[in-house]
Nanobody, 115 residues
Framework: QVQFVESGGGLVQPGGSLRLSCAAS????????MRWYRQAPGKEREPVAT????????SYVDSVKGRFIISRDNAKNTVYLQMNSLKPEDTAVYFC????????WGQGTQVTVSS
């Protein structure tokens, strides 16, 4: 079945960086776009970054533009989120899913930005 396993989160100081990974399985990864989401405490889950199947097209929510970079390795069935210049408001659980399908969510990975 379709699965997403997120990893790479942790506690980081403001201004720091983290690289998240999402290993996908159960479908032909290279055929689908992928999207990172996040859910902060008490808030709705929101899309953060999207990448198309080939990796040639990327888009970001305004709040992370210029700081986050989404990428993918189709040989490894993995999508990444490089997060730089982190802010306390980036604190959230981060998830990934393929675009266009109502798949089950993975467990997510916690990112905490705090001094």
């Amino acid at each position: 079945q379709v699965q997403f396993v997120e990893s790479g989160g942790g506690l980081v100081q403001p201004g720091g960086s983290l690289r998240l990974s999402c290993a996908a399985s159960g479908f032909t990864f290279s055929n689908f776009g992928m999207r990172w989401y996040r859910q902060a405490p008490g808030k709705e889950r929101e899309p953060v970054a999207t990448i198309n199947s080939s990796g040639g097209t990327r888009s970001y929510v305004d709040s992370v533009k210029g700081r986050f970079i989404i990428s993918r390795d189709n040989a490894k069935n993995t999508v990444y989120l490089q997060m730089n210049s982190l802010k306390p408001e980036d604190t959230a659980v981060y998830f990934c899913k393929r675009t266009g399908f109502n798949d089950y969510w993975g467990q997510g990975t916690q990112v905490t930005v705090s001094s």
